[in-house]
């Protein structure tokens, strides 16, 4: 997708994995509330893992395992009507989707067969243990979707998105997240608040960062947007830096460039950008991948 065609996104069709836990009915509610500002549709995803087996009498004594599959496939599939039923969104702006396998491959086959332009998940598991047993890698599926992916990691008060933190790197594809980050204030008619962030360990001189937030500042404008643009900050732990500033600015939303080499070792620990933000904070992240 070019570009110039994401300005113009308007996050219609949105894609929420569905697991009957807690969390998942917080980032539910935050596709419901984004849909409503574009007449959008949601679609939620449920995955299916056989686990058990059913022993049934078979000829000649033997017996014969057959799959709860069907079973649970029934059961999850009227309980998913239910909330289709409960929800905010008219039934026709309204689809289940069910299937076999992991969660985190059936969100990407989906999206393949058929696209959606947003991704919203939950991310309430902050400890090594937690993300081992999580049935979603967030860094790991913003890195392969090819929509913006949004993580949801507080179910304290329901999203709404009056204000987006947009921090300006000098990373490999600090630009990717910027033109949806428009769209998205554009949609809900919400402020943009600027940052240039710079890493002590940047190769990049200062110069560098503030030509690149120069150059937002012109798309911004371009785009219509309204936006503000605050202090740089220089330091040795961006993501205390992005934190602070969120909260400064009582940001609802913080819109990153996840790493491209994150190793599923960096993802357990909670090592990388991503992990420490979302760790920390209690204001969901917006993340792109390119």
Same mark, same amino acid.
């Given at each position: 997708?070019?570009?110039? $065609?994401?300005? %113009?996104?308007?996050?219609?069709?949105?894609?929420?994995?569905?697991?009957?836990?807690?969390?998942?009915?917080?980032?539910?509610?935050?596709?419901?509330?984004?849909?409503?500002?574009?007449?959008? %549709?949601?679609?939620?995803?449920?995955?299916?893992?056989?686990?058990?087996?059913?022993?049934?009498?078979?000829?000649?004594?033997?017996?014969?395992?057959?799959? $709860?599959?069907?079973?649970?496939?029934?059961?999850?599939?009227?309980?998913?009507?239910?909330?289709? $039923?409960? %929800?905010?969104?008219?039934?026709?702006?309204?689809?289940?989707?069910?299937?076999?396998?992991?969660?985190?491959?059936?969100?990407?086959?989906?999206?393949? %067969?058929?696209?959606? $332009?947003?991704?919203?998940?939950?991310?309430?598991?902050?400890?090594?243990?937690?993300?081992?047993?999580?049935?979603?890698?967030?860094?790991?599926?913003?890195?392969?979707?090819?929509?913006?992916?949004?993580a949801i990691n507080n179910g304290d008060h329901l999203l709404k998105i009056r204000n987006i933190l947009l921090p300006i790197r000098d990373v490999n594809g600090w630009f990717d997240k910027v033109p949806y980050t428009v769209s998205m204030a554009n949609l809900t008619d919400s402020k943009i608040t600027l940052m240039a962030l710079v890493d002590e360990t940047s190769p990049n001189p200062l110069s560098q960062i503030r030509r690149k937030l120069r150059f937002c500042e012109k798309v911004l404008k371009t785009n219509g947007c309204y936006f503000e643009v605050i202090s740089t900050s220089i330091s040795k732990e961006p993501h205390l830096n992005i934190i602070d500033a969120a909260t400064k600015c009582k940001a609802d939303l913080i819109a990153l460039t996840p790493s491209k080499n994150i190793s599923r070792i960096q993802y357990l620990f909670g090592s990388d950008l991503y992990e420490k933000v979302i760790s920390n904070c209690s204001i969901p992240v917006f993340g792109m991948i390119k």
């Open positions: 997708m070019k570009y110039q $065609d994401v300005f %113009s996104s308007n996050y219609r069709r949105i894609l929420v994995p569905y697991e009957f836990r807690p969390e998942f009915k917080f980032t539910l509610q935050a596709a419901e509330e984004i849909a409503k500002y574009g007449n959008g %549709s949601v679609t939620l995803l449920h995955s299916i893992r056989p686990t058990n087996a059913i022993s049934t009498p078979f000829p000649h004594g033997f017996t014969f395992p057959i799959s $709860d599959t069907f079973y649970l496939f029934e059961e999850n599939k009227k309980a998913l009507a239910k909330i289709a $039923d409960e %929800s905010s969104l008219p039934n026709s702006r309204f689809n289940v989707e069910i299937m076999r396998g992991s969660l985190n491959n059936n969100i990407l086959s989906l999206q393949e %067969s058929n696209p959606h $332009d947003l991704i919203i998940v939950p991310d309430f598991h902050h400890t090594f243990f937690g993300r081992l047993a999580s049935s979603i890698n967030v860094p790991g599926l913003m890195k392969k979707s090819n929509v913006p992916v949004l």
